[in-house]
């Protein structure tokens, strides 16, 4: 697990450095305010009265490099990321001036006071940065960036900290300026839910689906519900979702649901009784919780049919039959239990999916989940979430190969954990 | 098996509920309404200081009946209700400065709503107009600008407004660790401003340009007592998802940002300025709520349908004439027009890049529009719903009215083509040049959402042997390749300015630099020259003949195939509200003028749910309000 | 020498049997048989559905644009500045009626004439002119659904075949050498499944234009994986069977010994797997389309077609037809599925007594 972690990382890593448009692009676009994208008729929205057309000077372009931690070479990147090597923050740049030693500068506030440091020129251009007015070393560390014209020296002073993937930290959203662990908590726990009930859903459907197909093999039945639940499989969810919210949602037709949303606006949710809550819970998922898992629908009550029509086959059966067993006592006891083993060793696989989720589901119902965030992140270029989702992805493998094992143990009777 | 499904479902619910909604509430400090400040001197700014005003050689503007008619809110409106709105996007912050924070959604609703700048400007005439300073002084050389704030003015703590506050403002717009250089550049045209008395602060400009005025009088401030503890980097940790005390009419209370999902504007009866005639019959709303969906058009438009959202804009002219007629619009219940006003319609079509071949020959970009049927495209795809651009100014005063329209016109195209040297067909249709054998084939960049438009072009010019393939990008990669100069045409949107910026777009010297706006590669020395000379010409007139003359010139050169121009606002809203007769204000001109002009009318509403209730009509609204072209049709 | 001969006697008549039994499966044969036969004949569409005639006779002399290409109007004295637009000249040499005619395809309008084109509207319903009616852009419905066709069957048979090869190769390799091959391969594998594919698309589609050859190629980096699980699990199996180590023993060499022993009697779960590879191959182009990353427009794809339809979806036929077109397409696939494990399947299910 641990190569593959690092493995995975260091590939993303370098992917995003070379995919186009990055944050700083990004700030010198909003600079631009060009870009509005071809609508219809005309231009964008806004006709705000300043500002345009700028470009970004150089100096900036440090200062964002910096703020990012562009300025560093690739690997440290990542080793910051990871946690290894510090992070530098909360830049300030200074001049030191020409022929002195000591230069007092300002580095923000602390307990409501104006902190101040100096910070001292030794030889060999290094710099030594100590609190005001008292002796002791500082937080702060500075470095010299360049000489200017007049013979000055040009200083950059900052923090470091040591903050990355080992100390639990994931680091900051570039979107959200938030961490991004409290970024993505609220959408994995909505993501899990909505996953967990449409997972459980399908199972629910699927497995007695797949036996009764199984059963009557070939029968008009099976070929009926084969070509609805085939049916299922070729519309795409978020399209039927989108319908279904046309047609159910109360804007145009019929009002028996909401039109999206995970539950009811906040305000309205607090006032409600627990009972209110739940069915106001389940009055909202129940449209996406179908367009989630109308595609799961086939594959899974497909597998189920034919693994159970393949033991059916066995010579177990055969021998169960010649004993004398009643017909429902050998399929329900002896088949059934052989024939859940491969959707059970699924279950770890689906986790995964299940909190990756479904992107277009989330979109069309107006769901903030998790899939959502990645994919935004993704176009966004917000390289911490990215990266953070990757690392739940991984893990989320992890957890799930257990819960295969786990899952493999207790309907496989063959295996046993010691 | 359904037992399983409740405890199951109830199980994920109990773990659910709760937790990640909390907002940690700070308390909202009680408004403090500090006595009137009798201590500071008539000369000081103090109480009194109008009477010496002129004498000191300052200016105001006074309210007038007659010109100001309704132009500040209409006498008629009430206060209360709410406005419910939703919105594409949750802004990726609440603040108005810093990182991220040039959204338009964050300067029409929380800067607007709840931040003031030292003037505003008169929504018909853009005159300046009093709001946190009362008074202005300007100086001979035009370099020195002096303001008087109103000694009433308070924030939303009941701290008085000072000079400080706009330094304190200034300080931080030029902290770099903000993250937001374009503030750094707009107000690094300005010494530090010093604070003369309690309530007059000056500001010198480092050089001459008419703008210099109207960006520091505008600039939205901050209190000094809360951004003299915070540096940049504090001040946007702290400040992105609440919000910082303002002096505007409305107050966003921290448990009424629901991230990601909403975030409500309520209306403060202490607003200091409540009763000025400039604010009087302004902000009416006692609530105002956007709320975010993000990226789903479709769904926004059902909620409007069902009335969880009380007015929408319609951007799609298939939706205007497909999908506007049902019960509730043909009841009347639902009100729809399209509203004209001067709000600048921007400038879009194709985007050509003039630095490398095909497009460097004028003869081509030529050949290009004359092929290019936006009026056919017009006729048979948008309904007819939209007028041509043929200027980089389209529909304001600046427009050129000499431009070349370049209708429709294949001869000449042709024409043109065959004396660039197009004029032998290959095999597959496409035209060949006689010399370089070269296919004329080229690449447009464009977004997926915009393929519906550029398909028809694509056909129109295959017929004529103009090969131009089209690819998919998403946005930041497309803005990278055309910010890169990588691309032959690509389909863009310049927004309109008020007054014209031509500066980042058409210089000559940025047309070899990439990352900014001139991306065609325009070059022209007369343009460069008259750039020069509009930055320091303060005659209104003399700024639009110049606009006007590089309009011409650059329609010459023609590095844009113009597209289409609309210069109204499609507007769908719930008959409940109450409206000044011009609706939309005269440059703003779309639905965001709801917001501060407009009311909820008790009888309207009556009327409304009674209808609705017995399936009664209401009397239609014709489909166009020209209030504005009619109002400068009289004021010619 | 000789009992290889009789190895592959068997070998050969063990298909043909799988084959007949394939026969017997009403179901999976006839959905086959259609399938195969509609393919097919989608590559004859341009001469079935296109705006380009097959053959003008004008003033004795005749002209086959179809081969040709490139025929401008005016020489059949069109007065057009382009290609000569066959459907009025029709028109007009009826009109005219001077011996000169103009033989179309049966269904005149290509896939890409849109309103561009003289007479074409933009949402018109299904009528005879137009059997699914038109698009957003006035373009003819059917005429992209075929078109689409073809090139989703294509791109998925494509897909499929190489994630087989790869499959193959680097699956089979990792089941028959194991041990630290095996486990090397497998860390690889891992790796490359957490990568985010939509910015390697994002990143390829930046500097390239997608073209077809080039989505495959993206496509199969995300796909071989699960192939390569599949037969690397087969191979592993197979090699602890006792011929394997009979092969090896009379000094085969590894190479043969994977692919000419173990492959033939790993084919059940390959050929099995074969259909569900297809079906996921269209839905992947579908996905792909649907996000902007798939076929450069104007391209006829069934993604582009559903997100326009979602989009308009007050016309019906917009959002049926893609839909209606799939879902036939993947039944006749999964029947062909059922019908060729069943055949391959050497036990009989035994319908319960």
């Known amino acids: 697990m641990i190569p593959t972690f690092l493995g995975s990382t260091v590939l993303v890593f370098i992917i995003l450095q070379m995919a186009p448009g990055g944050p700083i692009e990004q700030i010198m676009l909003q600079m631009q305010m060009g870009g509005g994208v071809g609508t219809e008729g005309g231009g964008g929205a806004s006709s705000s009265m300043t500002n345009e057309g700028m470009s970004l000077p150089p100096e900036a372009l440090k200062e964002l490099e910096r703020f990012y931690g562009f300025d560093k070479p690739i690997y440290q990147r990542y080793f910051v990321w990871l946690g290894v090597m510090p992070r530098e923050i909360k830049h300030r740049d200074f001049t030191f001036p020409v022929n002195e030693t000591i230069y007092e500068t300002r580095v923000g506030k602390k307990d409501g006071k104006i902190w101040k440091v100096d910070i001292a020129l030794l030889k060999d251009h290094e710099l030594i940065v100590t609190e005001k007015d008292q002796n002791s070393r500082s937080l702060w560390h500075a470095k010299v960036d360049g000489v200017n014209e007049d013979g000055g020296l040009d200083g950059v002073i900052f923090q470091k900290e040591y903050s990355g993937i080992l100390t639990g930290n994931l680091g900051k959203s570039y979107t959200y300026l938030r961490p991004v662990t409290e970024v993505m908590k609220p959408k994995f726990k909505i993501s899990l839910f909505f996953g967990l009930t449409g997972i459980f859903l399908s199972y629910l459907v699927c497995i007695p689906l797949g036996i009764r197909k199984a059963l009557n093999h070939g029968s008009a039945f099976d070929f009926g519900s084969s070509v609805a639940i085939f049916m299922a499989y070729s519309i795409p969810g978020w399209a039927l979702g989108g319908i279904l919210l046309v047609l159910f949602g109360g804007g145009s037709f019929w009002d028996f649901f909401p039109l999206g949303g995970f539950r009811s606006p906040v305000e309205i949710w607090e006032g409600m009784t627990l009972w209110g809550k739940f069915i106001d819970q389940i009055h909202h998922m129940i449209l996406p919780v179908i367009a989630w898992s109308i595609g799961s629908f086939a594959t899974m009550t497909i597998l189920m049919k034919n693994s159970l029509l393949e033991n059916l086959s066995q010579d177990y059966i055969r021998t169960a039959f010649a004993k004398g067993l009643k017909e429902k006592r050998v399929v329900w006891l002896h088949a059934m239990r052989n024939s859940v083993i491969p959707i059970a060793s699924g279950i770890g696989h689906i986790l995964g999916v299940v909190i990756a989720g479904s992107y277009f589901i989330e979109r069309v119902f107006n769901i903030d989940g998790f899939g959502r965030l990645a994919y935004e992140a993704i176009l966004s270029r917000d390289y911490p979430i990215t990266l953070g989702f990757l690392v739940v992805v991984v893990l989320l493998r992890l957890i799930g190969n257990i819960i295969s094992d786990l899952a493999l143990a207790m309907v496989d009777p063959r295996i046993r954990f010691k | 098996m359904k037992n399983t499904l409740l405890i199951f479902i109830t199980l994920m619910f109990i773990s659910c509920g709760g937790g990640d909604n909390k907002s940690v509430s700070k308390k909202t400090p009680q408004p403090i ?556 001109g779309e639905f965001w003028d709801a917001f501060y002009y407009w009311w909820i009318d008790d009888a309207k509403e009556k009327t409304l749910e009674l209808a609705m209730e017995q399936e009664n009509k209401l009397p239609l609204l014709p489909i166009d309000m020209k209030y504005w072209p009619k109002y400068l049709l009289e004021n010619k | 020498m000789v009992e290889k001969n009789i190895v592959e006697e068997k070998h050969l008549s063990l298909l043909q049997k799988r084959w007949l039994k394939f026969k017997t499966l009403k179901r999976g044969y006839y959905a086959l048989v259609t399938l195969t036969f509609l393919y097919c004949i989608s590559f004859l569409l341009p001469i079935l559905i296109n705006n380009r005639a097959l053959i003008v006779s004008y003033e004795d002399e005749l002209y086959f644009p179809i081969l040709k290409g490139y025929v401008p109007g005016q020489i059949f004295g069109q007065n057009v500045p382009g290609e000569a637009k066959y459907r009025e000249l029709r028109k007009s040499f009826k009109q005219i009626n001077k011996g000169n005619w103009v033989f179309m395809p049966p269904y005149p309008y290509s896939p890409f004439e849109d309103i561009t084109t003289e007479g074409n509207k933009m949402y018109e319903p299904p009528s005879r002119k137009h059997w699914l009616g038109t698009d957003n852009t006035g373009r003819d419905v059917f005429a992209r659904l075929c078109y689409a066709f073809n090139i989703s069957i294509s791109f998925a048979l494509i897909l499929t075949i190489i994630n087989y090869l790869f499959g193959i190769f680097i699956g089979g390799s990792m089941g028959y050498f194991g041990g630290k091959f095996d486990l090397f391969f497998q860390r690889l594998i891992e790796v490359w499944a957490s990568l985010p594919m939509l910015f390697v698309i994002i990143i390829i589609s930046s500097i390239i234009k997608p073209a077809f050859f080039l989505l495959i190629g993206i496509y199969t980096l995300v796909n071989w994986i699960g192939m390569t699980y599949l037969i690397r699990a087969e191979f592993y199996r197979e090699k602890a069977k006792d011929y394997v180590a009979a092969a090896l023993s009379m000094g085969q060499t590894d190479l043969k010994v994977m692919f000419k022993h173990i492959l033939p009697n790993s084919l059940v779960p390959i050929i099995t797997y074969f259909p569900f590879s297809i079906v996921a191959g269209i839905s992947a182009l579908v996905g792909l389309d649907y996000l902007g990353f798939g076929l450069a427009p104007p391209t006829p794809s069934w993604g582009q077609m559903l997100d326009v339809g979602l989009q308009n979806m007050s016309k019906w036929w917009m959002v049926f037809s893609p839909i209606a077109a799939q879902f036939l397409t993947l039944l006749s696939i999964v029947f062909i599925g059922e019908g060729v494990r069943e055949a391959f399947d050497p036990k009989e299910y035994s319908r319960l007594r």
């Open chain 2, 33 to 588: 309404r500090t006595n009137k400040d009798l201590t500071t001197s008539a000369e000081d700014g103090g109480y009194g200081f109008e009477d010496l005003a002129s004498g000191l050689g300052y200016q105001t503007y006074k309210w007038d009946k007659k010109i100001d008619k309704t132009y500040f809110g209409d006498p008629k409106a009430k206060k209360g209700g709410t406005l419910n709105y939703i919105h594409s996007l949750f802004p990726r912050t609440m603040r108005v400065i810093g990182q991220n924070s040039s959204q338009v959604l964050n300067s029409r609703t929380i800067e607007a709503l709840c931040y003031e700048g030292l003037l505003g400007q008169h929504p018909t005439t853009l005159d300046f107009i009093p709001r946190l300073a009362s008074h202005w002084l300007i100086s001979e050389d035009k370099m020195l600008f002096k303001f008087r704030i109103n000694p009433d003015a308070r924030w939303w703590d009941g701290n008085p407004v000072t000079a400080e506050d706009v330094i304190a403002t200034w300080d931080l717009r030029m902290d770099e660790t903000i993250l937001s250089p374009s503030e750094q550049i707009a107000y690094g045209k300005f010494e530090r401003p010093i604070a003369e008395s309690q309530y007059i602060v000056s500001v010198k400009a480092k050089s001459v340009n008419w703008r210099n005025f109207l960006y520091f009088s505008t600039m939205a401030l901050h209190p000094n007592h809360i951004l003299k503890d915070l540096d940049g980097t504090a001040f946007l940790e702290e400040y992105t998802f609440s919000v910082i005390p303002g002096t505007g009419p409305y107050i966003i209370n921290e448990n009424n940002i629901k991230n990601q999902e909403s975030y409500t504007f309520d209306r403060r009866d202490d607003y200091w300025d409540k009763d000025s005639p400039f604010n009087r019959y302004k902000f009416n709303f006692d609530r105002v709520k956007v709320s975010a969906i993000k990226d789903n058009d479709a769904l926004q438009y059902e909620k409007f349908k069902k009335r969880e959202q009380d007015i929408f804009n319609v951007n799609r002219s298939r939706r205007w004439i497909e999908e506007t007629d049902f019960e509730a619009t043909q009841k009347g219940w639902m009100k729809k027009q399209r509203v004209f006003s001067e709000k600048p319609a921007g400038t879009s079509g194709y985007y050509f890049n003039m630095r490398e071949w095909p497009f460097d020959d004028k003869r081509v970009r030529y050949a290009f529009c004359y092929l290019y049927d936006r009026e056919k495209m017009n006729r048979e795809m948008y309904y007819n719903e939209y007028g041509m651009m043929n200027s980089l100014y389209s529909g304001t005063v600046y427009e050129n009215q000499n431009n070349n329209p370049f209708k429709y016109n294949p001869e000449k195209a042709i024409e043109l083509l065959n004396e660039a040297g197009y004029t032998q067909r290959n095999k597959n249709g496409w035209l060949v040049h006689e010399k370089t054998g070269k296919v004329l084939s080229f690449e447009i960049v464009i977004q997926k959402t915009s393929e519906y438009m550029v398909t028809p072009v694509q056909q129109m010019l295959k017929e004529y042997g103009l090969d131009m393939q089209i690819k998919f990008m998403d946005y930041n990669t497309m803005i990278k390749n055309v910010n890169a100069r990588k691309f032959n045409v690509c389909s863009l949107a310049y927004s309109g300015l008020i007054y014209p910026n031509p500066e980042g777009s058409l210089r000559s010297e940025l047309a070899d630099q990439n990352d900014n706006n001139n991306v065609w590669g325009f070059k022209s020395d007369r343009v460069d020259e008259l750039l020069d000379e509009y930055d320091i010409c303060f005659d209104q007139k003399r700024r639009i003949e110049i606009i006007q003359e590089i309009d011409g010139l650059f329609s010459d050169a023609h590095p844009i195939a113009f597209s289409i121009a609309r210069n109204y606002s499609r507007m769908m809203w719930w008959d409940k509200f109450g409206y000044p007769e011009w609706m939309l204000s005269r440059y703003v």
